[in-house]
Structure formats: structure tokens, C-alpha cells
């Protein structure tokens, strides 16, 4: 059975909740990633702020960027487990519509499974079918 931690992307950085929306943006064009788990000064995972939110729900509104925080603008999250299945990773991207999921172990983030990483991971046929109902 192959696990979330064996395809996940290890490493991932987390943004502080405090942290600037400008300082997320620069966060992601330095690591050259579209999103970013947002956690608390004790490294829990909070939620997650994409590029897209920055751009639609801040730039588009006006907001001072500067002045923002990630905090007030992480999304709900959704994760898994590092031990949990393959399958249980799909059904949990397709069933809330993401392209990435953060990983958890023992309370702590560990990684991150992104569609670039089930891409490597997946049959054609079968990522085919996450698209279609993830982008559906």
C-alpha cells in the first residue's frame, strides 16, 4: 500500500499566522510554490493561503498588503495522516475539490501531497479522473 509519506513533498515551510501577506508572497516566490500551510508559534497548522488568495481576495479588494495578516486569510484546512493510503488521499482532494493536502504526523506537518506529486505517483487513467473531479 503506498502511503502519503511515501509520495508527499518533505519539507515543507510553514507562513507565520502573523506573517505580512507581502512576506507570504515573497515566501512563495523564493521556495517557487503556489501555496503555504499557515501555522501558529507552536507550529500547528492553522490553514493555508494560496497565491490565488492574494491576488483575488487582496489585491483585487485593495487591501494593504503590508498590513494584512496570513492569519486573517487562511482557508479551512484539510489533511492527512502520513500513514493514510494512497486512496484515502484522493478521496480526500476529490471529495473538497483541492489540489494540495498537507501532511500530519504526530501533530506536526511534515509534508505536503500537491497534483505534481500524484502526477508522478498515479496511472494516466487514473489522474485523469482526479482532475476531472477535483477541477469539476
Do not use: K
Not at 54 to 69: P, S, Y
Not at 74 to 87: I, Q, T
Not at 104 to 121: F, K, P, T, W, Y
Amino acid at each position: 500500500m503506498t502511503t502519503a509519506r511515501e509520495i508527499m513533498h518533505p519539507g515543507v515551510r510553514c507562513v507565520d499566522e502573523d506573517a505580512s501577506l507581502v512576506a507570504a508572497a515573497r515566501m512563495m516566490r523564493d521556495l517557487d510554490v503556489g501555496a503555504l500551510p499557515i501555522c501558529d508559534r507552536d507550529d500547528r497548522l492553522l490553514g493555508i493561503i494560496t497565491d490565488r488568495d492574494i491576488v483575488v481576495r487582496a489585491v483585487a479588494a485593495g487591501l494593504d498588503l503590508a498590513a494584512t495578516r496570513c492569519g486573517e486569510f487562511g482557508c479551512h484546512v484539510h489533511w492527512v495522516e502520513a500513514g493514510d493510503s494512497l486512496a484515502h488521499v484522493l478521496r480526500t482532494m476529490e471529495a473538497n475539490q483541492i489540489r494540495r493536502v498537507p501532511v500530519i504526523e504526530n501533530d506536526q506537518l511534515v509534508g505536503m501531497v500537491s497534483e505534481a506529486d500524484l502526477a508522478r505517483h498515479l496511472p494516466e487513467d487514473q489522474l485523469a479522473l482526479f482532475v476531472e473531479r477535483v477541477y469539476a
